[in-house]
Nanobody
Framework: QVQLKESGGGLVQAGGSLRLSCVAS????????MGWFRQVPGKEREFVGR????????FYADFVKGRFTISRDNAKKTVDLQMNSLLPEDTAVYYC??????????????WGQGTQVTVSS
């Protein structure tokens, strides 16, 4: 079955950087659109960014404002989220997501288990 596993979360000071990684299995990775979402307790999960199956097209939520970058390596079946200039409000559980549709929808078919990112002020 499809499995997505995130890593790289942790505690970082405001202004710092973290790189999240997601490794996929059980799917033809190069034909799936991929992306990242995040969720804070008590709030709905929100879209962070997505990348096309071939990696040539990315799209980000407004709050990213050039701070985050998504990349993928189809040979390694990984998708990364580089987060720079982190803010306390970026604190959340970050989820990797995958879907066979060309553009990652708001409700992707597959989710990882999430990784906690905590940004201290």
């Amino acid at each position: 079955q499809v499995q997505l596993k995130e890593s790289g979360g942790g505690l970082v000071q405001a202004g710092g950087s973290l790189r999240l990684s997601c490794v996929a299995s059980g799917l033809t990775f190069s034909t799936y659109s991929m992306g990242w979402f995040r969720q804070v307790p008590g709030k709905e999960r929100e879209f962070v960014g997505r990348i096309s199956w071939y990696g040539g097209s990315t799209f980000y939520a407004d709050f990213v404002k050039g701070r985050f970058t998504i990349s993928r390596d189809n040979a390694k079946k990984t998708v990364d989220l580089q987060m720079n200039s982190l803010l306390p409000e970026d604190t959340a559980v970050y989820y990797c997501a995958a879907d066979s549709r060309p553009v990652l929808p708001n409700a992707p078919s597959y989710w990882g288990q999430g990784t906690q990112v905590t940004v201290s002020s």
